[in-house]
């Protein structure tokens, strides 16, 4: 009779009597479960960083974050054709574009001020208050911020000594946007002649300003924006003289 033989293959087989008894079905599929949890979570991307809302961000270093004239010019002329639903007359609706870029006028004022400080690493803005500088601070740094160019020409008055003009050979706006026949005397220009007033008004510079067409044969939407001073500055330039 051939005896048994127990090869090191079936070892395993044999029941240890100190070992503890193996796990069940289920408390083995407990354990994977919770492994293949802790797998994902940790093999889970990191989460994206907070979104920076544009009141948080660096005012200083938002100057090429610039708005292409198309699209510019598209929006204000949905602003116009809006404006124009609510009101019944020409003067009427200039006078609601000029409010609407007064208010854009103060702030614009408000933002270029505290960028100059912070690029001159100054503790308060530094502020002109002679007429002609700031006339020429408008009629070249407001104007390049806002359409890309400076204006035209900056001229005083003939009529009097209160009176200053801006001139635009080919306004932003006007050449964007085709008037009818019914609106001819519109000057959808307004817009800008609120904005100077805005930006003087921020300034400490009271006055009232308006847009005027006045064509030639080379530029046929050429606009005036008119600049009538209140007789406070002229008193105050009067008194810092020459």
């Known amino acids: 009779m051939s005896r048994l033989t127990i090869t090191s293959s079936s070892t395993s087989a044999i029941p240890n009597p100190q070992a503890p008894p193996p796990p069940s079905k289920q408390r083995q599929s407990s354990y994977i ?6 797998l994902s979570i940790s093999s889970a991307p990191p989460p994206p960083p907070p979104l920076t809302s544009i009141v948080d961000r660096p005012v200083n270093r938002m100057r090429g974050a610039e708005v292409g004239m198309a699209a510019w010019a598209f ?3 949905g602003i116009v054709a809006y404006s124009q639903s609510r009101v019944d007359s020409v003067v009427e609706l200039e006078k609601r574009l000029a409010s609407l870029g007064r208010e854009a006028g103060q702030r614009i004022i408000a933002l ?5 400080t912070q690029t001159a690493n100054l503790k308060d803005p530094k502020r002109e208050h002679r007429l002609i500088p700031i006339l020429q601070y408008i009629h070249t740094q407001i104007y390049r911020y806002c359409f890309g160019k400076a204006a035209d020409g900056l001229e005083k008055s003939v009529d009097g000594d209160d009176e200053y003009m801006l001139t ?3 306004p ?16 959808v ?8 007033e805005g930006v003087l008004d921020g300034l400490e510079i009271p006055a009232r300003v308006t847009a005027h067409t006045v064509p030639t044969d080379q530029y046929p ?6 600049i009538k001073l209140d007789q406070v500055v002229m008193d105050r330039e009067a008194g810092l003289g020459k």
């Open 75 to 77: 929006l204000y002329s």
């Open 33 to 38: 479960a919770s492994q293949l949890t802790n």
């Open 221 to 226: 939407n050429r606009t005036v924006i008119l």
């Open 112 to 116: 270029q001020m505290l960028r100059n």
């Open 172 to 187: 932003p706006l006007t050449q964007h946007i085709s008037t009818p026949r019914d609106l001819s005397q519109l000057s």
């Open 168 to 170: 635009s050979n080919q």
């Open 189 to 196: 220009e307004a817009y800008t002649a609120g904005l100077v």
